[in-house]
C-alpha cells in the first residue's frame, strides 16, 4: 500500500505558474511509474505526464514545453512545475503511483489538488 498526498494547487492567472507535490507515505525508490494526471469537469481523467524508475518520461502533447516532472526518491516526492499556465489547465490534478509485481500492477492515487487558471 502507498498512500500519496498531493499539494500546491490554487488559483492563478493565465501565463503564471505552480508546484505540484505529491508526498508517498513510503519508498518511491522501486515504484516503477509514477504520474500526474487531471480531470477537467464534464471530461474525463486524462493523463498528463509519467515518470519511470530510470527517469524516462512521457508527456502530453498539451503541455510538453510547459511542465517539468520530476522525482526525489531521498525525499519520497513527486514533482509537477508548470509553466505558462493556460485556462484550459484547469482541472483537478491526481498524482498515481503504479507499482508492477509477478502478479500484474497495483495503481493508487492520491486525492486530488484543485489547479484553476483564470484567463
Known amino acids: 500500500q502507498v498512500q500519496l498526498v498531493e499539494s500546491g494547487g490554487g488559483l492563478v492567472q493565465a501565463g503564471g505558474s505552480l508546484r505540484l507535490s505529491c508526498a508517498a507515505s513510503?519508498?518511491?525508490?522501486?515504484?516503477?511509474?509514477m504520474g500526474w494526471y487531471r480531470q477537467a469537469p464534464g471530461k474525463q481523467r486524462e493523463l498528463v505526464v509519467v515518470i519511470r524508475s530510470g527517469g524516462s518520461t512521457n508527456y502530453a502533447d498539451s503541455v510538453k514545453g510547459r511542465f517539468t516532472i520530476s522525482r526525489d526518491n531521498a525525499k519520497n516526492t513527486m514533482y509537477l512545475q508548470m509553466n505558462s499556465l493556460k485556462p484550459e489547465d484547469t482541472a483537478v490534478y491526481y498524482c498515481?503511483?503504479?507499482?508492477?509485481?509477478?502478479?500484474?500492477?497495483?495503481?493508487?492515487w492520491g486525492q486530488g489538488t484543485q489547479v484553476t487558471v483564470s484567463s
Open positions: 513510503k519508498s518511491i525508490f522501486n515504484i516503477n511509474v
Open positions: 498515481n503511483a503504479r507499482v508492477v509485481s509477478g502478479y500484474g500492477f497495483n495503481d493508487y
